[in-house]
T-cell receptor, first 111, second 109 residues
Framework: DAMVIQNPRYQVTQFGKPVTLSCSQT?????MYWYQQKSSQAPKLLFH???????NEADTPDNFQSRRPNTSFCFLDIRSPGLGDAAMYLC??????????FGPGTRLTVT | QKEVEQDPGPLSVPEGAIVSLNCTYS??????FMWYRQYSRKGPELLMY????GNKEDGRFTAQVDKSSKYISLFIRDSQPSDSATYLC?????????FGAGTTVTVRA
């Protein structure tokens, strides 16, 4: 089945220790997104790629970076996680400006 | 004022009842409207997607869009305990989704 896959599903990291979350998709969609979702809140867009073009949201902290080496894969790097970065991180894809399909998420814990 | 306002809930209904979920929006540029279902600790799952005013049915689910009133609704008929989840409305005019805050629904057996 075509899908959006996120690894790992659960990640524990220490305060200040860099962490990388990964996303892959078999939908062959050209747009990929990273969202942060905290408890009982709507997902918050961090950035998105339209093909290889990177688009950063104005309020995304510099601590968050992303890479998209090819159509299928996208990575979220958190350079120095703080306690406030503990959240669910969601990857989504779309074909152009249409409906977005989400992965299962990675739950990040910062100790 | 938020771009998208969603009835906050929570909503608790008996099994078999009709669930009605609503969102209003202020940005008349929005063209695409979606409803997502999110179970606890899982990613949002796309339920319904529409881009025109009117009704769209898919099984027990009906999505309604009224662009003139800037109002969208989701109806769940014959609700089941497995429908217990948070429902998020979302809309877009380009690549960025604007979400409602979500309504948590509990269907009691």
């Amino acid at each position: 089945d075509a899908m959006v896959i996120q690894n790992p599903r659960y990640q524990v990291t220490q305060f200040g220790k860099p962490v990388t979350l990964s996303c892959s998709q078999t939908l062959n969609h050209n747009v990929m997104y990273w969202y942060q979702q905290k408890s009982s809140q709507a997902p918050k867009l961090l950035f998105h790629y339209y093909d290889k073009d990177f688009n950063n949201e104005a309020d995304t902290p510099d601590n968050f970076q992303s890479r998209r080496p090819n159509t299928s894969f996208c990575f979220l790097d958190i350079r120095s996680p703080g306690l406030g970065d503990a959240a669910m991180y969601l990857c989504a894809t779309s074909r152009g400006a249409y409906e977005q399909y989400f992965g299962p998420g990675t739950r990040l814990t910062v100790t | 004022q938020k771009e998208v306002e969603q009835d906050p809930g929570p909503l608790s209904v008996p099994e078999g009842a009709i669930v009605s979920l609503n969102c209003t929006y202020s940005n008349s540029a929005f063209q695409y409207f979606m409803w997502y279902r999110q179970y606890s600790r899982k990613g949002p799952e796309l339920l319904m997607y529409t881009y025109s005013s009117g009704n769209k049915e898919d099984g027990r689910f009906t999505a309604q869009v009224d662009k003139s009133s800037k109002y969208i609704s989701l109806f769940i008929r014959d609700s089941q305990p497995s429908d217990s989840a948070t429902y998020l409305c979302a809309m877009t005019s380009d690549y960025k989704l604007s979400f409602g805050a979500g309504t948590t629904v509990t269907v009691r057996a």
